[in-house]
């Protein structure tokens, strides 16, 4: 198979679909791989670094696409991008559908084949592609939280860990699942009070077990969310539904509650958001403020540490890429269940549900 790797485009998106020992595996396995010039740069891999890996470098974006049969990005494609896919092209990176129906539609139009990072899915209902992400968005979102709490940049001036005679700050944790424990266990580690919230009682269990004593699990309701928010100064985001738009937990009205000065991390904002007043921000103007709130909800957190981030994605990803490129999609999706429940789009056909509820559609096309 002939597979692409083009630049990712995105505002301050530095990431890249796949490192050079991920592209030397796939030319291992007798495959072609264009790389566009400078395409790994920002994390750190260049384009002498592809070339020793066996790829072919290609100067343009437009290149890239025209050539290949397989896309392997991180980001979804964005509008300058829409034109370059190929009818029946195999694009897999994260999409995240639900939160933009533009995007769907124009994915609809290009009949491509789209298969989603987020919603590939284990036989133990865990979502492999996604986790490394979260993990990197949960603990960055600790990392932001705090800088944003400084007076500054008009938090409300505390210190997460406090100091010998002031007490620590206090973070609220929405979510148990690997964005929130990652957050927690950050935040914990800095020697902040923690509250995690969720509506699953064996991920508030799981929790309770491997947190520290400061560390405090409460079943998550509006009545709960309420009370915590007028006292916690740091509040994090981390609620997923599957392929689905995130619920809001938190609405316009609760900011009102809150002290001057609170800060929300929203990580479900590719998703969508878990807070009503989200809307996605970029590395370059990562926050607002309103009802005296700050919000940050950039929505390609780990971008900010690409390195990381696209060594640990390529680590999950690569098994996948492997599969499709070897037996192409079709043959590997059928051998695979999980690689199947990635499936989102399929020859101008929605085939995921979740994507056809979130936008209230009564059939898969648009």
């Not at 020992?21 to 072609?32: D, I, P, Q, W």
């Not at 479900?268 to 970029?282: H, L, Y």
């Not at 696209?310 to 695979?336: Q, R, S």
Request: aromatic share 6%; hydrophobic share 40%; charged share 20%.
């Amino acid at each position: 198979m002939i597979v692409g790797i083009p630049k990712e485009i995105k505002n301050n998106e530095s990431r890249v679909g796949m490192t050079p020992a991920g592209v030397f595996e796939l030319v291992k396995n007798n495959h072609t791989v264009y790389v566009q010039s400078t395409a790994g740069e920002g994390s750190g891999f260049f384009n002498k670094d592809y070339q020793q890996a066996g790829a072919v470098i290609l100067d343009t974006i437009a290149e890239v696409y025209a050539k290949s049969e397989m896309i392997v990005k991180v980001k979804e494609p964005i509008a300058e991008e829409y034109d370059l896919i190929q009818e029946g092209q195999l694009l897999f990176t994260y999409f995240h559908f639900a939160s933009s129906e533009p995007l769907t539609k124009a994915m609809i139009k290009q009949k491509a084949i789209c298969i989603a990072y987020e919603t590939v899915e284990d036989d133990e209902g865990t979502l492999p592609l996604l986790t490394p992400m979260s993990e990197v968005a949960g603990r960055m979102a600790i990392q932001q939280g705090a800088k944003y709490l400084e007076k500054p940049v008009k938090g409300r001036g505390v210190l997460l860990g406090g100091v010998p005679g002031v007490a620590p700050g206090r973070v609220l944790v929405l979510g148990a699942g690997v964005v929130g424990i990652q957050a927690a266990k950050m935040a914990a580690g800095l020697g902040a009070h923690v509250t995690i919230m969720d509506i699953n009682m064996k991920r508030l269990r799981y929790a309770n077990d491997v947190m520290p004593p400061h560390v405090v699990t409460e079943f998550s309701n509006e009545y709960n969310i309420r009370k915590h928010i007028k006292s916690h100064d740091l509040i994090i985001g981390g609620v997923l539904l599957k392929g689905a738009k995130a619920p809001n937990l938190i609405t316009r009205d609760m900011l009102k509650e809150m002290r001057p000065g609170t800060v929300i991390v929203d990580v479900a904002v590719d998703q969508g958001g878990c807070v009503e007043t989200t809307k996605p921000t970029t590395h370059e103007d990562p926050i607002y403020i309103i009802d005296d709130v700050v919000h940050y909800s950039v929505a390609n957190m780990p971008g900010a540490v690409p390195y990381t981030s696209t060594v640990a994605l390529t680590n999950v990803t690569l098994p996948y890429a492997l599969k499709l490129a070897n037996l192409g999609w079709k043959e590997a999706c059928e051998k695979d269940a999980s690689l199947k429940k990635g499936l989102n789009i399929v020859s101008g056909k929605v085939v995921y549900e979740e994507i056809i509820e979130a936008f209230g559609w009564e059939e898969a096309f648009a």
